[in-house]
């Protein structure tokens, strides 16, 4: 095995690249390549096989896929629409990101060559569907992948890359030998890659086992927060997210923000809330074409608009000064992307604040984080309505003040002397009635709802349904893809389906959690509507993604 030593390279350019991926790759927002990219892509593109150790986060993903798209562009490969490439991954998740970074690339590239995301919890006739109809680059996890090779769905003759992406994830969630039968199953010309960010012994003897004469690359340096940015997390235990980043934004001064999700549905949800409280924002993300997301950062740039919300993926490109906040409205799932999220803003050694929002259920999750990070992210709270009631008449105060020293309202003043004489008012009632009819989007006056209580998981560590056993003729038997594996609990699953999924506590049955996904007991009484609500639902930082579980039993596929 031969060890990387070269010296550090500074841009893209000078890996091997053609101009076409250079350029591609600047319009999807990356500006210099990281270590593992820069040690990594001269030898994929001159064929060798790589033993690549780095941390989660450090651009390993990038690091094969750019040398990969790059020759595929520039081989014949490419036209016969048969697998040349396939990539796996432990997770569903890691599956989608690198799905999300392919269709960030222009139409130039993904005209050209067709990826399909094959995973658990899809519909197989989709995926036998995009496998017939032919693809150049299939990325899955193990478990799935195998099932198509086995049913001849998947052909893997003409494969030219296969790539190990967190082969350390499989080993520890149990795929090795799902990997040790595909590895087996590929031709003996074909280029192995694997990336992890440890080296236990089982993943040596599969270097040793499949990898040729590999080149080790191994990058040990360890993404710290900038000292500059200040941390902090809210938690919203009586009111939702949307609610709690509304009243944020208005006790903080900021300048320009990106709101952080997970997915393109939560980037036009959350900023479509947001501009029904008034503010200029706009969303980012895979959907949006090269030319709107440049006039996006634009905008913001010439402060056009103020607020972005953004996925991950889309977000790398966002270089602004004037970024003063970074608000992770979703938690992130890893220390390497919350250090890359908050480090959109403190550029240029401003002072930055980052801001991360927690449900009750997603304390333990974040606390992981906060240990990761090693680095004091402080407790904040939400002011109460009076708080917001005073600080909202604070700030008319100032708008209203500025207006008068600019002084361009007395064009106005006939108009309103006219309709005090005419209709015989006072002024301070015409200046009252001018306020109601200004209170579009935010009103100066909150009316004290009560908000409904979004429980914490403590409440349902007891729970646990004796009456409602498998076999109860009441309850529907669904199963969810959040298992153990996922560090979910049978209290997160209950909590979520209470306080987002909005079910009665009664009408959960048993819930039986396994590596990588759960059943759950639902009463019939419970409207498919509210069913498919949970479609959506998020526990442990993944989607429930419920389905019945139609043989009744617990291993159904």
């Not at 902090?232 to 009243?247: G, H, P, Q």
Request: aromatic content about 6%.
């Amino acid at each position: 095995m031969q060890t990387d030593q070269s010296s550090t390279i500074k841009n893209f350019d000078s890996l091997g690249l053609s101009s076409l991926m250079i350029e591609e790759i600047g319009l999807i927002g990356y500006k210099e390549p990281t270590a593992i990219q820069e040690k990594s892509i001269p030898h994929i593109l001159t064929r060798k096989d790589i033993l690549g150790q780095a941390q989660t986060g450090t651009g390993k993903t990038a690091a094969y896929l750019f040398p990969i798209i790059d020759s595929l562009l520039n081989s014949s490969q490419y036209k016969k629409k048969s697998p040349c490439v396939l990539i796996l991954n432990p997770t569903r998740e890691l599956v989608v990101q690198i799905y999300q970074i392919f269709k960030a690339f222009s139409t130039k590239i993904t005209n050209s060559i067709s990826i399909a995301p094959i995973y658990g919890g899809q519909k197989y006739y989709n995926q036998i569907k995009s496998l017939k109809q032919g693809v150049h680059i299939v990325v899955g996890t193990t478990g799935r992948i195998l099932d198509h090779i086995k049913q001849g769905n998947l052909i893997l003759k003409e494969l030219d890359y296969l790539v190990l992406d967190e082969a350390d994830e499989m080993l520890r969630m149990g795929f090795i030998e799902d990997v040790k039968t595909i590895v087996n199953s590929i031709p003996d010309s074909c280029q192995r890659l694997l990336f992890s960010a440890t080296m236990p012994k089982e993943i040596d003897k599969i270097v040793n086992n499949y990898l040729r004469d590999p080149i080790r690359i191994q990058i040990v340096k360890k993404t710290t927060p900038s000292l500059n940015i200040r941390q902090r997390f809210l938690v919203a235990k009586n009111i939702d997210k949307v609610e709690s980043l509304n009243r944020l934004l208005e006790i903080e001064d900021f300048d320009g923000v990106i709101v952080f999700v997970k997915t393109k549905e939560s980037s036009l949800e959350v900023a479509n809330n947001l501009r029904s409280y008034g503010y200029k924002v706009s969303a980012i993300n895979g959907d949006l074409s090269q030319d709107t997301r440049e006039k996006t950062i634009r905008e913001i740039k010439r402060k056009k608009i103020d607020i972005l919300v953004a996925t991950d993926v889309l977000a790398r490109g966002i270089d602004v000064d004037r970024i003063s906040h970074i608000i992770n409205y979703e938690v992130p799932q890893s220390s390497e992307s919350y250090t890359h999220r908050i480090g959109r803003t403190g550029r240029a050694g401003r002072d930055g604040d980052a801001i991360t929002l927690i449900y009750p259920r997603e304390m333990r999750q974040f606390y992981v984080l906060k240990r990761h990070i090693n680095h004091n992210i402080a407790e904040m709270f939400l002011p109460s309505i009076k708080e917001i009631i005073d600080i909202r008449i604070s700030k008319f105060k100032e708008k209203l003040k500025k207006h008068i020293e600019e002084d361009n309202f007395q064009k106005f003043i006939p108009i309103i002397e006219s309709f005090r004489s005419e209709y015989e008012l006072k002024d301070t009632d015409i200046i009252a009635s001018l306020l109601v009819m200004l209170e579009k989007h935010r009103p100066l006056f909150i009316e004290n709802k009560p908000q409904k209580k979004i429980q914490s998981p403590s409440n349902f560590k007891s729970y646990h349904s004796s009456k409602t056993r498998t076999g109860n003729k009441n309850m529907l038997s669904y199963r969810v893809e959040v298992g153990k594996s996922d560090g979910a609990q049978t209290r997160n699953i209950v909590g979520a389906m209470i306080n987002e999924g909005k079910i009665n506590r009664s009408h959960i049955g048993h819930i039986k959690l396994h590596e990588d996904f759960s059943t759950i007991e639902i009463s019939q009484s419970v409207s498919k509507f509210q069913i498919k609500n949970l479609e959506r639902v998020w526990v442990s930082g993944k989607k429930l993604k419920i389905r019945n579980n139609l043989s009744g039993g617990e291993n159904t596929p």
